[in-house]
């Protein structure tokens, strides 16, 4: 029969498309369903695309301040239609090259929205979206295993839900017909301060709001107060502590009534809000009652090889739990691809999954903070090194930037690593290798990090941990 | 689809063996039926046989690794029509880290290796020496010589914890040992259980009583009473590691006792030389020449079949009662640094010069490390025979499970008494070692009596 399957995945982000690769290496017959964007949020509405806007921006940055560099650059402007313009060419660039390596490796792309009507069954109705080429057309199918890989959505706050006109989410944020004079958001998470910086950028005046005492909440509070100092420097406005408890639309603005914790109450109008106050498991319309597949707070319930506890049915990335990031969604496709082919899957670490936050400056981290180390009853050896004892650094024309390393002083294991600065998003790998490796500090001491490179500071800082570093 | 070749067992109880010799090297053809590799295990060296034909890829254990566990990848073979390159590249990314080697391969192979059959061919001389020989001394060495392979951390949890790291399986990609291996490890050596004496039914009830020191701090401790440069340092092969091992668990877990007869063998000897004189010509040569060792195995044989309840081995929780006399002949290999004891089945119904021959043939294979280890695993009791050396009586240690084992010393003129007067007489000294769960006092005593009434009355071994 043409319509089964060895797996299913519904849901073609990285979770999806990346398990479906990998499950049709080891041999399977693989499909995948999608209802609106392939590749999903990712490449489409999320990472790639807000990637090509902050670099937009971050190039502006520089061209505005082309006198810092000996340069003259002058009637510099935002060609706000091209920023977007060239964003979403780069997404529809992307989302090609998945359908492209879906076809190369011989899955089923299946065009609709899937119900799971009994184990191993799936219904896919229509779609609003029409169907690409070559995918298959709405129907039954049959599959020995069902992976749930339908990601996640914005959360909507009761009384602030998005309209798509004032109160924009990130499908809104990332193809703006026009910069906001003025621009309020809630929320200080990644999505929260990329936002900021990249609005900030283009000119508008920018406000966060965040309801706990910290911005960038998951992160070490010393790096998040670094990259803070550096954002108000910027001129954005930071509200912590601080809930919008009401929004009365405008004609062409929003007003938002904002409650601090001191018990102050004050009004801030701004022409657009930007709701980023989390993302929600889709979790809805799969059918996943009808087979009694456990849930818990939005999202389904998995264990280490990504198994709900209904056999045959499988659930990866966003829809599967926190931390919801495409990285973590590719590593349990490949996870649960492997355990269905029978191979020995490992489970993984989810203290050793990156962050990396694409503000100005950029924020890496992996591993405990220093906060999560001490709580844990670790004792430890805290390193810091400033980006201005980096040659490189200077050179760029970005001394401002911190490594942060946590050793547990009793065996030399690196607990954490949190870097806030130029392009430190493409250094966090070394320290997520070092622990994946479960390196010592003797072994990181022992490594030689090339000169001239910002990748310098990440060796200091393990040298002033243990009182060694030479550049401070 | 490129095929991968598996360290083998040799034997139903084979764990891991010593990777002697590769005959063939990467890029050689190979058909079904070629000897590729040799392995040594505690006893014997083997031949591995090709089953399919291709080209030989990757080899991925280096020969003179010691210690390979069975079913690890050790080469992989590129059928035809395949990218011996692509097919290196592939079989080599994991396993070879499981086992790297300690030297580089001795037989770094060339793009001339290459044959010309396979004309895709890239020299595999990048993949070959991929692991570094240089990095190796990085990591120390256990005592036995073998490299594990684990994490810094788990290094250096294993050290503030005395864990052996030797003796920690691990769960890391390769069997790398890593942080939580070392964690779940009983501290000191106690996470020796892993060592292979705790398979041995006999070691079941064994616990060391003395506190246990891990190789590596015993090898440092033994080291520190000697000037460096004074000494030349011996790693143990495969067959001393098994002999330490064995004989220690035998010494400390087996109840021994033993018993000593003086045996007057004049009326063998006398026997012996009609015999040998009466064997017909084969070939030019005598069909047989009696020893007389081999008129003690037959003895031997022939007193468990008159007393039979000796005839048991030690089986734990209960004992094994054999039907026939299979009497193990220990063999002294590699001048006098080996041991092996191949076995002479039911000798109780062979003759003399077949026992002669069989045993002739058995011993040649064995200090040829030819032996399979059907032939000398097993078996009823064993001889140990110190008299060509003119060892006048001794004790042997017995070879779990065996419950006797029998040590001969040499055939001389003494002194003795009969009939109430001097006499001069041929004797040879015997001494029985007997475990003591298996067999009492008495049974030994029938057993070493039996056996003397034979050696003493040696036509009935002819009947």
């Keep these: 029969m043409a319509n089964n399957y060895d797996v299913l995945f519904i849901g073609s982000g990285p979770g999806g498309y990346v398990g479906a690769i990998r499950a049709a290496q080891l041999g399977l017959k693989v499909a995948v369903v999608e209802r609106q964007y392939m590749g999903g949020i990712c490449p489409n509405w999320g990472c790639i695309p807000a990637k090509a806007l902050l670099r937009s921006a971050e190039i502006f940055h520089y061209i505005e301040h082309a006198k810092d560099y000996g340069l003259v650059a002058e009637k510099a402007g935002v060609d706000i239609a091209g920023v977007v313009k060239r964003s979403r060419g780069i997404s529809a660039q992307m989302s090609n090259g998945v359908a492209f390596l879906l076809k190369k490796n011989k899955v089923d792309v299946i065009w609709g929205q899937a119900t799971l009507t009994a184990p191993g069954k799936v219904t896919v109705a229509a779609a609003t979206e029409p169907a690409p080429k070559g995918a298959l057309p709405v129907g039954e199918y049959t599959a020995k295993n069902i992976v749930i890989a339908t990601g996640a959505r914005p959360r909507a706050l009761p009384g602030i839900e998005p309209d798509r006109r004032l109160i924009w989410t990130y499908f809104e944020a990332l193809a703006p017909a026009s910069v906001p004079k003025s621009l309020l958001i809630m929320g200080s998470g990644a999505i929260g301060v990329e936002f900021a910086t990249f609005y900030k950028t283009m000119g508008s005046d920018v406000t966060i709001v965040e309801l706990l005492p910290q911005i960038l909440p998951v992160e070490d509070a010393e790096i998040a107060e670094h990259a803070r100092k550096r954002f108000e420097k910027q001129g954005i406005k930071i509200l912590t502590g601080a809930k919008v408890s009401k929004v009365v639309k405008g004609a062409d603005n929003v007003t938002a009534t904002v409650e601090t914790t001191d018990g102050k109450v004050q009004t801030l109008t701004a022409d657009r809000l930007i709701s980023a106050v989390g993302v929600v498991g889709n979790i809805e319309n799969l059918g996943l009652e009808t087979l009694g597949v456990k849930t818990d707070r939005g999202c389904v319930v998995v264990d280490g090889l990504c198994r709900t506890n209904v056999p045959g049915v499988w659930a990866i990335g966003d829809v599967a739990g926190p931390p919801m990031l495409a ?23 989810k203290l050793m999954i990156p962050g990396c936050t694409y503000c100005m400056p950029q924020i890496a981290s992996v591993g405990l903070t220093e906060a999560k180390a001490k709580e844990a009853g670790f004792e430890l050896k805290v390193g810091r090194f400033s980006f201005i004892g980096n040659g490189k650094a200077v050179a760029l024309g970005e001394p401002d930037g911190l490594v942060k390393t946590i050793f547990d002083a009793k065996t030399g294991r690196l607990l954490g690593a949190h870097l806030v600065g130029a392009e430190v998003t493409e250094l966090i790998q070394g320290f997520v290798l070092a622990m994946n490796l479960e390196t010592t500090e003797e072994e990181l001491i022992n490594a030689v990090f090339p000169h001239p490179t910002v990748s310098e500071t990440m060796h200091e800082s393990v040298l002033s941990a243990y009182g060694r570093a030479i550049h401070m | ?72 990848l050790i080469a992989v073979l590129a059928t035809e029509g395949e990218d011996v390159k692509a097919v290196a590249a592939g079989g080599g990314a994991a396993p070879a880290k499981a086992e790297a080697p300690k030297e580089a391969p001795k037989e770094a192979p060339t793009a ?45 949890l294993a050290k503030e914890k005395g864990v052996d790291l030797s003796a920690v399986k691990g769960s890391g990609p390769h069997g790398r040992v890593v942080a939580a291996d070392v964690e779940a490890a009983p501290a000191g050596g106690a996470a020796k259980a892993a060592a292979p004496a705790a398979a041995k039914p006999a070691a079941a009830a064994a616990a060391p009583a003395a ?19 004074t000494y030349e340092e011996i790693p143990l092969d495969g067959m001393r590691r098994v002999i330490a091992q064995r004989m220690t668990e ?33 070939d030019g040569k005598a069909a047989y020449k009696l020893s007389v060792n ?14 039979p309840d000796a005839n048991q081995v030690w089986g734990g929780d209960r004992y094994l009662k054999l039907k026939h006399s299979d009497i193990g002949v220990a063999v002294a290999i590699d001048g006098g640094k080996g041991l092996l004891t191949p076995i002479i089945r039911k000798a109780e119904t062979k003759t003399l010069s077949a026992i002669s021959n069989e045993t002739r043939e058995l011993a040649t294979r064995a200090r040829n490390k030819k032996l399979a280890p059907a032939e000398y695993q097993g078996g009823s009791s064993a001889i140990s025979n110190l008299g060509m050396f003119g060892i006048k009586d001794f004790t042997a240690i017995i070879n779990p499970p065996h419950a006797t084992i029998l040590a001969v010393g040499a055939s001389e003129q003494r002194a003795v008494v009969k009939k109430g007067e001097l006499a001069v007489a041929t004797v040879m000294t015997v001494t ?13 005593a029938q057993l070493i009596g039996a056996f003397k009434a034979i050696i003493e009355k040696p036509m009935s071994m002819l009947v």
């Excluded at chain 2, 190979?30 to 392995?39: K, S």
């Excluded at chain 2, 506190?211 to 440069?229: D, T």
């Excluded at chain 2, 877990?253 to 030389?273: G, H, I, N, S």
């Excluded at chain 2, 081999?294 to 007393?307: N, P, W």
């Design chain 1, 327 to 349: 990285h973590k969604a590719e590593h349990e496709g490949v996870i649960a691809a492997e355990a269905i082919a029978g191979k020995h899957a490992h489970a993984m670490d």
């Design chain 2, 1 to 72: 689809m490129s095929i991968e070749i598996l360290m083998p067992a040799l034997s139903p109880t084979m764990e891991k063996g010593n990777l002697a010799k590769w005959l063939k090297k990467e890029g050689d053809k190979v058909a079904p039926g070629d000897v590729i590799a040799e392995i040594e295990t505690d006893k014997a060296t083997m031949e591995v046989e090709a089953i399919d034909e291709g080209t030989l890829a990757k080899i991925l254990v280096p020969e003179g690794t010691a210690d390979v566990p069975v079913n690890q």
């Design chain 2, 112 to 156: 001339e290796a290459a044959p010309a059959e396979a004309p895709k061919v890239d020299a595999p001389k990048a993949e070959a020496t991929a692991a570094p020989a240089a990095s190796a001394p990085a990591v120390a060495p256990a005592a036995s010589g073998e490299r594990v392979f684990a994490s810094p951390l788990a290094r250096r």
């Design chain 2, 211 to 229: 506190a246990p020191v891990s190789n590596s701090a015993l090898l440092e401790q033994v080291k520190a009473y000697y000037e460096p440069g």
């Design chain 2, 250 to 282: 035998a010494r400390q877990t087996v109840p021994t006792f033993y018993l000593t007869v003086d045996c007057d063998v004049d009326a063998l000897l006398k026997l012996r030389e009609e015999l040998n004189k009466a064997a017909p010509e084969k």
């Design chain 2, 294 to 307: 081999d008129f003690v195995i037959k003895a031997y044989a022939l007193a468990f079949q008159q007393v």
């Design chain 2, 432 to 444: 029985i070692s007997c475990d003591h769960r298996v067999m009492d006092g008495a049974m030994g």
